[in-house]
């Protein structure tokens, strides 16, 4: 029981601890306990009175059997507690499991903020562990990988600065022959709103840009891409730690709309993204609040919704269950507008999972989980067996979930516990089921 | 024996109070201007309607999830709270000593009350024992420290209870008595019992957080 007992080989972590000697980590930490954190840190490392009532709250706890070294407690336990007693003089090996625990075994769902009497924010110290691991130059290969290309190019999946465009116009050019006259109107000045992605739309999932140019274009939206860097909303970086890139990451996104005059940003079908924006990158560069307003997808599908600008041609096929990402739902309160929109959408019930809302039960893949790559898969799966048996008592088909790293991981899920189940962006569905030119 | 009681009751007696209050006072000064200068980024949202709506929230036995999800612990976490506060202050003998030393009179509990009430706070504190040994998920976060305040919190109680029933020798388990709940006192600032101090800070700003930024519920 504890991390050291099952250490995966990852080269990006076994390479970094080679790296590294006792006094080097100590002066990290140091730096770190003493330069970034105050009292919140010190409050929770004090009065945390190892209760252990935030285990239940844990998928990875309640998927492994109950085994205490994944509850969130346990993970603060092997980590930042010992960081903070020993002040900071642990060894590379110990970094190895710290890393191991903060990058790959939390999804900083938060969802242990609900089980808490005390309000502590496990999240933000795990958030905190990470940072140190950054700083000893202690992370998983892969999602690191992602964190270089936003440095190297300001997009987590290295696209070039003309393969963007050139995936835009593509999908512009295949989405005219269903809708004529369908365009993705790039850097349109005062455009009523910038759409902006993540990166492995264009590199893996283009339908989704296509699926979205579509419906803007039958809802008659005024709307704009950039067609410079900026246009990636996404930020592995705030999830490895690297606080810095993930502040130039924002400002850009924020520069970029600013500079098209537009009136506001609507995201993509993503979760991630909306944290870095309103709780990590914006307070990193010190806005309280956005130069540019922003929305998620689920307000924006909801605003057309309620304007009736969306027509349906038929409805989709129910019942379906709803998965609540939650970075947009425990982190910005959508889901009442995503389950009001469902029910527009779809013909037959909602049947919930017994986790649900702000109280849902993470997919197991966010927080940069599934951005640390194979090395890590199998635990991850495992990790998400209590949301595989909440989804199978559902009994439905269908899972909507409105985020991309939910997508990731459910698709495993389901394919791991045999469920039978396809899983369902909005956009899907609303273009699936929309009046089209015949 | 005399000379002992005079000194739990006298010079310790104020000691206990002086580092109780002066250190409680010291604590939360020092961690407010560390939240000022080192965490501005959490401050700025800091809100007292969804501060006192979180607080009053958890304060509701059974109304948060992770109260519903644990409802021996619930039950456990309100009696032990609820009476170790409230005991102690209108316990008989206490407003007396009140009214002796100082003059201070008001409305006391009935004796059988509070002997009741300081036997719910054993209780409790056998309950969290009995899952600190037993509950595998707390046993292995468990530290000394988590023992020592559970021992500090409870021995007050328990020699009060043996002193009001006479078990024992009457003036032993009084000095015993008093010297533990100075002991209590005097740990408050300085061990995880400071959770009476700055709880009401980490569950305010957890609420800010949830109820301005995150626009959902933290219960």
Known sequence: MGIQDRLIEDVGLR?????????????????????????????????????????????????????????????????MAQLIKKKGRVSPDDIYGMAQIAYTECNLCRRCVHFCPVGIDTGYIMSTVRRICHKLGVTPQYIQDTAHSHSATFNQMWVKDDEWPDSLQWQEDEAREEFPGLRIPLDKEGADIYYSVIAPEP???????????????????????????????????????????????????????????????????????????????????????????????????????KQGKIKLAKKYPGPVTV????????????????????????????????????????????????????????????GSKAKADELRATGVKTIVAPCHNCHGGLEDTVKRYELGMHIKFLGDIIYECMEKPS | MHDIYNLVTGPLAWLAWAIFIVGSVYRLAIMYILAKKKDAASMAYMSWGFSLRSIINWLIPFNALGWRRNPVMTVATFAFHICLVLAPIFLLAHVVLWDQFFGVEYPVFRENVTDIMSMIVVAGALVFAGRRLFQKEVRYVTTCQDWLILVIAVLPFLTGILAYHQIFNYQTMVILHILTGEIMLAAIPFTRLSHMLFAVFTRAYMGSEFGGVRRVKDW
């Open chain 1, 15 to 79: 390479e970094g601890v080679k790296r590294l000697t006792e006094d080097k980590i100590e002066k990290v930490v140091q730096g770190v306990l003493k330069g970034e954190t105050g009292a919140r840190l010190a409050a929770y490392n004090e009065i945390c009175m190892r209760c252990g009532l935030c285990s239940e709250a844990c998928h990875f706890y309640l998927s492994h059997d109950g085994d205490p070294s994944y509850s969130p407690v346990g993970k603060v336990q092997q980590t």
């Open chain 1, 323 to 382: 998965h609540d990402p939650c970075n947009v739902v425990r982190g910005r309160g959508h889901h009442e507008k995503l389950r009001e929109l469902v029910r527009f959408l779809i013909d037959g019930e909602i049947i919930e999972t017994a986790s649900n809302r702000e109280h849902n039960i993470c997919c197991t893949a966010g927080g940069g989980v599934i951005n640390c790559g194979p090395p890590f898969k199998n635990v991850r799966l495992a």
């Open chain 1, 203 to 305: 590199k893996f999932r283009t339908q989704l840009i296509y699926q979205a140019a579509a419906i803007f274009n039958a809802a008659g939206v005024d709307w704009t891409m950039p067609s410079e860097p900026g246009w990636d909303n996404s930020d592995m970086c705030m999830f490895t730690g690297d606080f810095e890139m993930m502040g130039r990451l924002k400002r850009r996104h924020f520069e970029s709309a600013q500079k098209l005059k537009v009136k506001r940003i609507v995201m993509g079908e993503c979760g991630h993204a909306f944290r870095s924006i309103y709780d990590m990158g914006n307070r990193w560069v010190a806005w309280k609040m956005y130069p540019v307003p922003v929305i998620h997808s689920i307000e924006f599908f909801w605003e057309l919704m």
